[in-house]
């Protein structure tokens, strides 16, 4: 089973940046697509990135552009770079780990608040 830790979180000013982190521990990490997602107070989860095996990177439209996935199979830790930061993007941020087509394992979360 795997388990998924996220870090990174914080406050950022709109049009700054910030890098998630997230770090699996558990057993095999490489095979698993990887993913983030976000839920914004008062609204459903939504998908932002993921990232494959072969480190393919899929993207929600509202982030294309400005949000980079990315995966150290090396460490285990898959990252969301995130910058041109807007207010919307204020949410509590998930990782996930995919198991046969679905998201089977998630973290905790981690609070990203954009000020405008």
């Known amino acids: 089973q795997v388990q998924l830790v996220e870090s990174g979180g914080g406050l950022a000013q709109a049009g700054g940046s910030l890098r998630l982190s997230c770090a699996a521990s558990?057993?095999?990490?490489?095979?698993?697509?990887m993913g983030w997602f976000r839920q914004a107070p008062g609204k459903a989860r939504e998908f932002v990135a993921s990232v494959d095996r072969d480190g393919n990177p899929r993207y929600a439209d509202s982030v294309k552009g400005r949000f980079t996935v990315s995966r150290d199979s090396g460490k285990d830790t898959v990252y969301l770079q995130m910058n041109t930061l807007k207010s919307e993007d204020t949410a509590v941020y998930y990782c996930?780990?995919?198991?046969?087509?679905?998201?089977?394992?998630w973290g905790q979360g981690t609070q990203v608040t954009v000020s405008s």
């Open positions: 558990g057993r095999t990490f490489t095979t698993n697509t």
């Open positions: 996930a780990a995919a198991s046969d087509h679905v998201w089977a394992v």
